[in-house]
């Protein structure tokens, strides 16, 4: 998904000025107040104006003369007069006030499987990727190298594994006999173990999305204290926009987090969710990784669908790279529904046998922040190395479109030894 940006103002001559019909597009997206849009019409056309850039000194004054007691135009849900009426005068918040704010409230806690079963125990943080196996087997004396969320952004730092790949998306119970079809028995690719990996998938990437809307709704609050009008509406509609995107994405995920909650209830796993696996050579691979995610692009820069159109349910994809039993496994799955869609990813990793390490290396760096790394690995890569992981992992700021010349070498990070549809079992194998 993707929100479309528009320049909303100009300056000229020293004079800024807001573009109507920007706002008039702000409106009809849901990120400014429609009803302060029309009181701004109203006014202007007595005025006489007919211009659609206006000056922000005569866009300040018709702000003022909002009815305090309505709906803030920053669709805050308070009145204006307790919301953007006194915001020039109001302090800001100081790095220490804001980085407060976001440790004590940036993660959404609650039970995501409460709709199957009943739930038990408060919630707790559940491991979105085992901490036996995968995350002990690529640890150096217990810690790994991950993606931690930060004010300033995603930055790579050394976690223990018993802190690293935790999220509060489960209760006590849910998160005990969820999983257990792969962390209490030996991994055989059953279609019961293969959905619940699909399924914790789904639900980090729903805890993930919710945590970051109820984050944005929380700062939006206080991000434009003391700015002029122009800052403010500015920030006010550059954040509605991402909360937005982040609350589509919560719709999209949605969709398919109750068709798999509706297995759960029938207790039938076969057919909904197709799966190619890769299987690994011993010692590999040097990452572990689990998400979902809606691929726009496939690995040969052929667009599967647009994600601008919101109208249009997305299509996702998942990945789980982890480690079970002493082996490596690189899973690709999507929905059954969705086949031509997941079709096309696998062909466009396969049609390259001599890059398919760099192919899904390339893939889990450019979409997934729920990657932890090997120590000794992350450790013996060279500086220009780490930077191209790093525009890597910079990448998902949704800015640009996927293009084939960010497919990296996989680094020595991953090696194939056999891969198939589960399916039909119709095994491909790759020369050592």
């Not at 943080?125 to 690529?138: D, E, P, V």
Request: glycine letters at 4%.
């Amino acid at each position: 998904m993707k929100i479309e940006k528009r320049k909303l103002t100009y300056t000229i001559n020293g004079i800024k000025f807001i573009d109507l019909d920007c706002l008039e597009y702000a409106v009809q997206k849901k990120l400014f107040n429609a009803s302060s849009y029309q009181y701004l019409l109203k006014l202007r056309k007595k005025k006489g104006d007919k211009d659609n850039l206006i000056s922000f000194t005569f866009f300040r004054e018709i702000l003022r003369k909002l009815p305090k007691k309505q709906p803030c135009w920053c669709l805050s849900n308070l009145n204006f007069i307790d919301c953007h009426f006194h915001k020039e005068k109001m302090p800001q918040k100081t790095e220490n006030e804001i980085n407060i704010i976001f440790k004590k409230n940036f993660s959404y806690k609650s039970c995501l499987h409460q709709g199957v079963s009943n739930c038990e125990g408060s919630i707790i943080k559940a491991h979105s990727i085992s901490k036996k196996g995968s995350l002990q087997y690529i640890s150096d004396n217990q810690h790994v190298y991950g993606m931690k969320f930060e004010i300033n952004g995603f930055n790579f730092k050394k976690i223990g594994i018993r802190n690293a790949s935790t999220f509060t998306g489960f209760c006590k119970r849910h998160d005990e006999i969820l999983f257990s079809s792969f962390e209490k028995n030996n991994f055989e690719k059953t279609s019961k173990q293969l959905f619940d990996l699909c399924y914790r998938a789904i639900c980090i990437e729903y805890n993930a999305m919710q945590s970051v809307s109820n984050l944005l709704t929380l700062i939006k609050k206080s991000t434009d204290n003391s700015k002029d009008i122009s800052s403010q509406i500015t920030s006010q509609i550059e954040i509605n926009s991402q909360i937005a995107f982040y609350n589509l994405g919560l719709k999209y995920s949605n969709y398919y987090k109750r068709k798999m909650e509706e297995s759960y209830k029938k207790n039938n796993y076969d057919n909904l969710i197709q799966h190619y696996i890769f299987e690994l050579h011993d010692r590999y691979p040097r990452f572990q990784s689990s998400s979902c995610f809606n691929l726009d692009f496939d690995l040969n820069g052929v667009e599967l669908q647009n994600l601008n159109n919101a109208e249009k349910q997305s299509k996702n994809f998942y990945v789980n790279c982890i480690h079970l039993n002493g082996k490596g496994y690189f899973i690709l799955s999507w929905f059954t529904e969705n086949n031509e869609y997941g079709e096309s990813i696998i062909q466009s990793i396969l049609n390259e046998p001599l890059r398919i390490e760099d192919k899904l290396f390339s893939l889990v760096f450019l979409y997934i922040h729920n990657t932890y790394v090997s120590p000794s690995w992350f450790e013996s890569l060279s500086e220009e190395q780490r930077l191209k992981i790093n525009e890597l992992q910079n990448f998902w700021n949704e800015k640009n479109n996927f293009n084939t010349t960010l497919i990296q070498d996989n680094m020595n990070s991953l090696k194939v030894k056999n891969h198939y549809y589960l399916k039909t079992y119709e095994l491909n194998n790759i020369k050592d």
